[in-house]
């Protein structure tokens, strides 16, 4: 069955980094569009950046770019969201989706 399994969400301060990684199984991750999204308490979930299947194309929401940056390694099947300069209004978990199918998200809480 499909699985999208998110790890390397945490707690950091303002101005800090983290990196997600979504481990993808199931399917054929080479051929699909991966998507991270995020949601915060009390808001809808946005759509934060988007990779296409050979990693060529990429877009991300105006809140992020510049500051995000989507990848993936097919070899792995899995794709990656480095986020940098973090700031409070990123708190949200994130979710890896491919799809029709959702991972069940990592917490990230950006916080002094």
């Known amino acids: 069955q499909v699985q999208l399994v998110e790890s390397g969400g945490g707690l950091v301060q303002p101005g800090g980094s983290l990196r997600l990684s979504c481990a993808a199984s199931?399917?054929?991750?080479?051929?699909?569009?991966m998507r991270w999204y995020r949601q915060a308490p009390g808001k809808e979930r946005e759509l934060v950046a988007i990779?296409?299947?050979?990693?060529?194309?990429?877009n991300y929401a105006d809140s992020v770019k510049g500051r995000f940056t989507i990848s993936r390694d097919n070899a792995k099947s899995t794709v990656y969201l480095q986020m940098n300069r973090l700031k409070p209004e990123d708190t949200a978990v994130y979710y890896c989706?491919?799809?029709?199918?959702w991972g069940q998200g990592t917490q990230v809480t950006v916080s002094s």
């Open positions: 989706n491919a799809g029709i199918y």
């Open positions: 990779i296409s299947s050979a990693g060529g194309g990429t």
């Open positions: 199931g399917f054929t991750f080479s051929s699909a569009f």
